[in-house]
């Protein structure tokens, strides 16, 4: 058998699920200060899996995209605090004018290769 890590397929609904997982689990007896504990991510992991049992993903794919789902939030976030952005509740998106995108996406690859080279 190979040792290769399988890659794991999310879709909008997978991560919604987990999205909301992770809220009912955002309780103390879940997390240490700015983390899940292993029983809040063993009862993650077994909640996913029950609710989604044809994906079955094992706890690092599911830490992962808890991670990347966290990132993009935080890029939402501070995103929206920027001049001329808008939000649209119904698309659930950002929206804004195409200068307004072109100088978001300028900077935040200009700040994402320097993190790069630093």
């Known amino acids: ?7 794991a397929s999310w879709n909008s609904t997978l991560e919604k699920g987990l999205v909301d997982i992770l809220h009912e689990h955002n309780q103390p007896r879940f997390r240490a200060q700015n983390a899940w504990i292993p029983d809040g991510w063993r009862s993650i992991v077994n909640k ?6 044809y994906a079955y993903f094992s706890k690092q794919q599911i830490q992962e995209k808890e991670k990347e789902l966290k990132a993009n939030y935080k890029i939402i976030k501070n995103a929206r605090k920027e001049s001329g952005l808008g939000w649209n509740d119904s698309l659930g998106m950002i929206v804004a004018e195409k200068p307004v995108w072109d100088r978001l996406l300028l900077v935040r690859f200009f700040s994402h ?5 630093l």
């Open 1 to 7: 058998m190979s040792t290769e890590r399988i890659r």
């Open 48 to 53: 996913f899996n029950e609710m989604f049992p």
């Open 113 to 117: 290769s320097l993190q790069l080279i």
